[in-house]
């Protein structure tokens, strides 16, 4: 079963905050919460990660929920070069337990 | 600065050959790791290797076998491929050494994969 739930797909204006959602119900007090992307014919590259508290970086936000079962990764203004599938995954020493993906069209 | 680099690109196999797939990184980090990525589906973790000289089962190891053949190479074997292991493989490293002192960062650095069909 998968560790982390997400839509399958999610649009946005250009221009306009990306709210990408992930569920992780059955996450344990030592996994990471971490986020991917992956654009077409390459291998996935790093956006942001967390424990309990939210963070920023200059490509995103990552808000985490009290409860740590959920989490929402943020692009605060999409651009066409965001357009990738989304990657929220849950992270236990060693071990990366990646999800479906949500794939991210941007409109222009 | 390559990053991480992975030959071949593509390969095609008939049931039952076997090949390498390689991997090599030039940023100095201690693990490495192979996924195998099936359509429509996440990566998963076939085998790591957290640092020269160990190497450790991840999700989904059987039919696959590694070696660490050194801090930059990390290269994964199918001995006998069969069609359920066409997929996109996909290698990645982490964890920058500094004066001798692992630092904890938590960034993977993935290749850009390849492509395997097996007939």
């Known amino acids: 079963d998968a560790k982390t739930t997400q839509p399958n797909s999610m649009e946005s204006n250009e221009e306009e905050p990306v709210h990408l959602p992930c569920n992780h119900s059955t996450i344990s007090g030592t996994d990471y919460i971490h986020w991917y992307r992956q654009l077409p014919s390459q291998g996935p590259e790093y956006v942001i990660h967390g424990l309990t508290s939210n963070v920023n970086n200059r490509m995103a936000s990552l808000a985490i929920a009290e409860d740590r079962k959920s989490s929402t990764l943020i692009l605060h203004r999409a651009t066409l070069r965001d357009a990738a599938v989304y990657y929220c995954?849950?992270?236990?020493?060693?071990?990366?337990?990646f999800g479906t993906g949500t794939s991210l069209t941007v409109i222009p | 600065n390559a990053g991480v680099t992975q030959t071949p690109k593509f390969q095609v196999l008939k049931t039952g050959q076997s090949m390498t797939l390689q991997c090599a990184q030039d940023?100095?980090?201690?693990?490495m790791y192979w996924y195998r990525q099936d359509p429509g589906m996440g990566l998963r973790l076939i085998y790591y290797s957290a640092s020269e000289g160990t190497t450790d089962k991840g999700e989904v190891p059987n039919g696959y076998n590694v070696s660490r053949l050194n801090k930059r190479e990390f290269s994964l074997r199918l001995e006998s491929a069969a069609p359920s292991q066409t997929s996109v493989y996909f290698c990645a490293s982490s964890g920058l050494i500094l004066a001798g002192v692992t630092s904890r960062t938590d960034t993977q650095y993935f290749g850009p994969g390849t492509r395997l069909t097996v007939l």
């Open positions: 940023m100095n980090h201690n693990s």
């Open positions: 995954i849950l992270r236990n020493g060693n071990q990366f337990y």
